[in-house]
């Protein structure tokens, strides 16, 4: 089982509707988790960031977090066709924690949107 | 955020060529930096750790040889692909942590750098 599961797509869905995202993870160690953007051919973005379990909002984006049930999910509320892109998840550890890859963090293998006008 | 620019966005080299490309850290100090390797399609694959005035790490299966790494300042890391050949051809991504990292702050990531060689 891979440390961050997350589904490729393509997630596709019509303009304005509620997108939602989601990578479950199996390492109780992580305690920070984030949400990247990437657009193509372009690096990724840093989209949310939060720290262990509960809710984080930021315009049309709300990040969630279930430590409980090893679930994060980022919630793209009036989607727009500007929102097409690839949503990667990662994860972090406590300070101390010698896990993930040397940056430190674990990749899902991320989500491609693509919003229709 | 932090930014963290990288340079050139794209190339196009002759193979046999050497190729360089910069990152930086524009608004804070950086001792460390990362680059990754990313394929169509595919998540980042990270080559080797940038730190700051000593040896860069490389992860398994990537030639320290090929792809030199000079972290020469707390703001710039080079990534040199030497000998180019067309299968080096890729989307090259750098990021950096700042002296936060340790209570809780996240990396950062350059543009990329699109390299074709030809």
């Known amino acids: 089982q891979k440390e961050v599961e997350q589904d490729p797509g393509p997630l596709s869905v019509p303009e304005g509707a509620i997108v939602s995202l989601n990578c479950t993870y199996s390492?109780?160690?992580?305690?920070?988790f984030m949400w990247y953007r990437q657009y193509s051919r372009k690096g990724p973005e840093l989209l949310m960031y939060?720290?262990?379990?509960g809710n984080k909002e930021d315009g049309r984006f709300t990040a969630q977090v279930d430590k409980s049930s090893k679930y994060i999910s980022l919630f793209i509320r009036d989607s727009q066709p500007s929102d097409s892109a690839t949503y990667l998840c990662a994860m972090k550890g406590r300070t101390g924690y010698s896990g993930g890859g040397a940056d430190g963090l674990t990749f899902g293998k991320g989500t491609h949107l693509i919003i229709q006008p | 955020g932090a930014v963290v620019s990288q340079h050139p966005s794209w190339v196009i080299c002759k193979s046999g060529t050497s190729v360089k490309i910069e990152c930086r850290s524009l608004d804070f100090q950086a001792t460390t930096m990362f680059w990754y390797r990313q394929f169509p399609k595919q998540s980042l694959m990270l080559m080797a750790t940038s730190n700051e005035g000593s040896k860069a790490t490389y992860e398994q299966g990537v030639e320290k040889d090929k792809f030199l790494i000079n972290h020469a300042s707390l703001t710039l890391s080079t990534l040199t692909v030497t000998s180019a050949h067309p299968e080096d051809s890729s989307f090259y991504i750098c990021?950096?942590?700042?002296?936060?990292?340790?209570?809780?702050?996240?990396?950062?990531f350059g543009e990329g750098s699109w390299l074709t060689v030809v």
């Open positions: 990021s950096a942590r700042d002296l936060g990292w340790d209570k809780g702050n996240t990396i950062y």
């Open positions: 390492n109780s160690a992580f305690q920070y």
């Open positions: 939060t720290y262990s379990s």
